[in-house]
């Protein structure tokens, strides 16, 4: 039999998992490591199958690790927090009966701060995004057409009461995230320049981590969202942010900043994405300062990480000028949501 490299508590896990199977008669053989264990910032996650096929995963153990926390997201939960998030969701999902879902549960592994759940064989719609697609679009926009869906089932799993949302206190807010000027000037002047009113907006429990990464397109053919603390309530535009922040900067966008074929295939992904969604949503401002928010935590990061690995200039320079770019496309739309008209901003800056 072919053994696949082990890392973090591999041996424990295995044996822990399969306790558990072989109490639910889900084991023919032994449960082995299927694929190798992938060792990641916050977590270490574990793919095991049966050894009597050998390769196949069946089975993925999530392994929490205290402290490492990523800077544009929230504190980790633990493995019985995340477990309990996707048993609420997977019964949620259940009754609805569509193509839409999360991994099975299986059980919190004792002795461990772990929980295993089933594997879902399929791509992430983040490995869609690929050159080619440029091309050939059609995959990629069926996948954030029913990202945009699942998310909105998602958010129907727990309703919450209205929210208000001062526009005038948010646009403060990314003002003073601001310290190191690095908003477009034109940016910066719509925002200063927004004027007050509170939204009734509806609140919803938010998946937390709701990005091209963390959604799989299943062999069946149905779509399927994991990596999910459903904790947290608020607005659902800071999980359709949070898709469109991931997929507009992700490596394809970063690298071809200025093509024109580039930037329709962005903004036919982007309406795909918000029109598969079918939910309430809050007004459209509402969703702009989201995602200027997200954009300028995210740049924040990506830099501070560009410069900690010493990266060369160029690839800075790229770097810099599509969070530019997206921030000041995202400054007019503001500027029209919010009223302000585009004439006075469009050149400044
Ligand atoms: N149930 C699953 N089925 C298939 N693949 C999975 C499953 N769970 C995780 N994976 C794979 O493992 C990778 C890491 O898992 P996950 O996203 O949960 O961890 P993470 O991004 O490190 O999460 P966190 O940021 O919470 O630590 C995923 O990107 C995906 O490739
Ligand atoms: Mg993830």
Known sequence: MRSVSGGGHSEEVRLALQSV???????????????????????????????????????????????????????SLTAFEQFSALQRLHDHFA??????????????????DAFA????????????????????PERALAACSSSGALLSRLHQADRQEVVAVDTRRRAD???????AGTLPGSLRHILEQLPRRTLRAPAVRLHGDFAPVNVIIGEDG????????????????????RFLVML?????????????????????????????????????IVLHL????????????????????????????????????LLADYGLRLADAGGLGREPFAHAG
Request: aromatic share 6%; net charge positive; with cysteine.
């Open 21 to 75: 199977l072989d109490r639910h008669g889900l084991l023919r053989g032994e449960a082995v490591l299927a694929a190798p264990t992938r060792v990641l910032t916050r977590s270490n996650v574990y793919f095991l199958g049966d050894s009597t096929a050998p390769g196949v995963c069946r089975w993925v153990v999530k392994e929490s690790r205290g402290g490492a926390a990523q800077a544009d997201l929230v504190e």
């Open 222 to 241: 149905g779509t399927f969202t994991f990596d999910i603390d459903h904790k947290i309530v608020d607005t659902p535009e800071h999980d359709i942010a």
């Open 248 to 284: 507009q900067t992700d490596r394809l966008f970063t690298m071809a900043v200025d093509a024109p074929a580039v930037e329709r295939l962005r903004q036919r992904l982007e309406r795909a994405f918000l029109d598969g969604y079918q939910a309430p949503r809050s007004a459209d």
């Open 117 to 136: 759940m089933s594997y879902i064989p399929g791509v992430q719609v983040s490995r869609l995004l690929r050159p080619r697609t440029v091309l050939r």
């Open 173 to 179: 807010h990314i003002l003073g995230l601001d310290a």
């Open 290 to 325: 989201e995602v200027v928010e997200q954009l300028l935590r995210r740049w924040t990061t990506r830099r501070q990480l560009l410069t900690a690995t010493g990266t060369g200039r160029l690839k800075r320079g790229a770097l810099d000028r599509r969070f530019a770019t």
């Open 95 to 112: 009754d609805l009966d569509e193509p839409f879902g999360v991994p099975r549960p299986i059980a919190v592994l004792p002795g461990l």
